[in-house]
């Protein structure tokens, strides 16, 4: 929760909301549906701390560790940029592959 | 002017410590019921009637020649004495303090009203709930202990800030020092 100095009232931040915005950012990441990609948010010594569990979509020019690095850029820049909280990566679960000719499926 | 002023400030006195009337009537009955039983037992002794508890001869010759009962009875009784005057010396303070500078009045606010005061402040300073501060009032320090939110750090630098202010504010006549520790755990809400 946070609050603004000056500015009556307040914010409360809630733990489901920032696991559906990490669910969404890890879903564009790994271009899979939003309901294909989930994520867990904790504290890790004052710090949000982010595990991620999803299907990821992989073709010959975005292999899997590419999309994965891509991932954990978009948790760390996006999810800092959106959150404004300091954020620890907890790491990806990959459930599922998915390639590239499938991709009209899971759009 | 002067006899109100000592007036207000008696009537300070008052609610800033605690009433000893209660110990001092139990210390001032015991001792009137030890005296009375003393001096029958003395006239019991002196007209030759058997004692109520126990001779004051017999009592004279224990302590002369002192056995464990008579330690252990000196004992109860020292420390009893010591327990008096360790009640009559102590300040007896209450969680209470003088605030404000008004020159005729005096005014008095509970710990617990001015730490829920300096817990809002530091809320407000740390960009949190008032659930997440917890603030102790001890005579010299305000203890402010904050739960940051996840993922958001705390200033314990604007926090103290912000509640030494609050306190000068306040006025409290002692001067109170601010001690900020931020809990190495946050909390998700």
Redesign the interface.
């Known amino acids: 929760m946070t609050a603004v100095q000056g500015v009556p009232g307040s914010v409360t931040i809630t733990r489901r909301a920032y696991e559906k915005v990490f669910a969404a950012i890890t879903a564009d990441a790994l271009k899979v549906a939003p309901r294909l990609a989930s994520a867990h948010v904790s504290d890790a010594g004052g710090m949000l701390r982010v595990a991620v569990t999803a299907t990821a979509s992989v073709s010959a020019s975005q292999p899997l560790p590419r999309r994965l690095a891509a991932l954990d850029r978009a948790i760390h820049d996006r999810g800092g940029l959106l959150t404004g909280a300091r954020i620890q990566y907890g790491g990806a679960r990959i459930v599922d592959v998915v390639v590239d000719t499938d991709l009209s499926r899971v759009r | 002017m002067g006899t109100r002023s000592s007036f207000t400030e008696r009537a300070a006195r008052r609610e800033l410590r605690h009433s000893r009337s209660v110990v001092s009537t139990v210390v001032a009955l015991c001792g009137a019921v030890v005296s009375s039983w003393i001096a029958t037992e003395l006239f019991l002794s002196w007209a030759g009637r058997p004692a109520l508890v126990v001779n004051p001869e017999l009592i004279i010759q224990h302590l002369s020649d002192p056995g464990p009962r008579t330690v252990l009875v000196s004992a109860v009784a020292g420390l009893l004495g010591l327990t008096a005057i360790a009640l009559s010396i102590s300040a007896a303070r209450r969680a209470r303090r003088r605030v404000g500078a008004a020159c005729n009045t005096i005014t008095i606010a509970d710990d617990a009203v001015i730490a829920g005061a300096l817990s809002r402040v530091a809320?407000?300073?740390a960009?949190?709930?008032q659930a997440?501060v917890r603030t102790t009032l001890s005579r010299r320090t305000a203890h402010v202990r904050v739960t940051?939110?996840?993922?958001?750090?705390v200033s314990t630098s604007e926090v103290a800030a912000a509640v030494s202010a609050e306190l000068a504010q306040i006025g409290t006549l002692r001067r109170v020092g601010v001690r900020v520790e931020?809990?190495?755990?946050?909390?998700?809400?």
């Open positions: 809320a407000l300073a960009h949190v709930s997440q940051p939110s996840s993922g958001f750090p931020p809990a190495r755990q946050g909390t998700l809400a």
